[in-house]
């Protein structure tokens, strides 16, 4: 069984703080996708990363994929208070066609 | 605005009872997925259709079932409903029958089991 584990689970910072988001598997992806959802919502696609190595920038976020595509991290750079959200990270396989969800990171960021 | 549309929002029901979760895909989309999100499981695969035809199961009790009509809209039927039944219901919709490509998701429904 394919999974995916996301640490930490919860982060509590300051407004202007970076902060690192982890996304790890014993399983190899064909792709990892980062979605961020916020209250009442559903999850909305940030990324999607493909290579192993790769590096994303998407203005103060940057994602990696990991060089064995088993795992994956999320570095947000000067946090606002809008970045506030539960983060999932997602990898597909191209094995089974599913896309399994981690846990999640509930990130929360103090004015 | 994701495109994907969920109705209802909210549902309020009584344990034994039996409910409807609809979902309308972004225009073009022709697979549709359901997933189950609670505070303990996360976010749980439940089913995918394409075009009509079910391509891929995860998690689903069998008390559960899914149809996917001709106008590509899809219905989540949940019966002999139980407490722990209560969490956010989300549908997907994406381009292909790939189930790793980009989804996009609507609002959910919020089912209550009282």
């Known amino acids: 069984t394919q999974l995916l584990e996301q640490s930490p689970q919860f982060l509590s910072i300051q407004e202007g703080e970076n902060l690192t988001v982890y996304c790890n598997s014993s399983?190899?992806?064909?792709?990892l996708q980062w979605y961020r959802q916020e209250p009442g919502e559903g999850p909305v696609l940030l990324v999607t990363?493909?290579?192993?190595?790769e590096v994303k920038k998407l203005k103060r976020l940057t994602f990696q994929f990991g060089d064995a595509r088993k795992d994956s991290s999320l570095h947000i750079t000067a946090a606002q208070p809008g970045d506030t959200g539960l983060y999932l990270c997602?990898?597909?396989?191209?094995?089974?066609?599913?896309?399994?969800f981690g846990q999640g990171t509930t990130l929360q960021v103090k004015p | 605005d994701s495109g994907v549309t969920q109705t209802p929002k909210h549902l309020i029901t009584a344990t034994g009872q039996r409910v409807t979760l609809r979902c309308s895909p972004r225009?073009?989309?022709?697979?549709v997925y359901w997933y189950q999100q609670s505070l303990d499981q996360g976010l749980q695969f439940l089913i995918q259709?394409?075009?009509?035809?079910?391509?891929a199961k995860g998690n689903i009790l069998e008390r559960f079932s899914a149809q996917q009509f001709p106008d590509l809209h899809s219905e989540l039927n949940l019966s002999s409903l139980e407490l722990g039944d209560s969490a956010l219901y989300f549908c997907?919709?994406?381009?292909?029958?790939?189930?790793?490509?980009?989804?996009?998701f609507g609002s959910g429904t919020q089912l209550s089991v009282l």
């Open positions: 399983s190899v992806f064909s792709s």
């Open positions: 990363v493909v290579t192993g190595g």
């Open positions: 259709y394409y075009n009509g035809e079910e391509r």
């Open positions: 997907a919709s994406s381009v292909g029958g790939q189930g790793a490509e980009k989804l996009f």
């Open positions: 997602a990898g597909g396989s191209s094995n089974t066609g599913k896309l399994i």
């Open positions: 225009s073009g989309d022709l697979s």
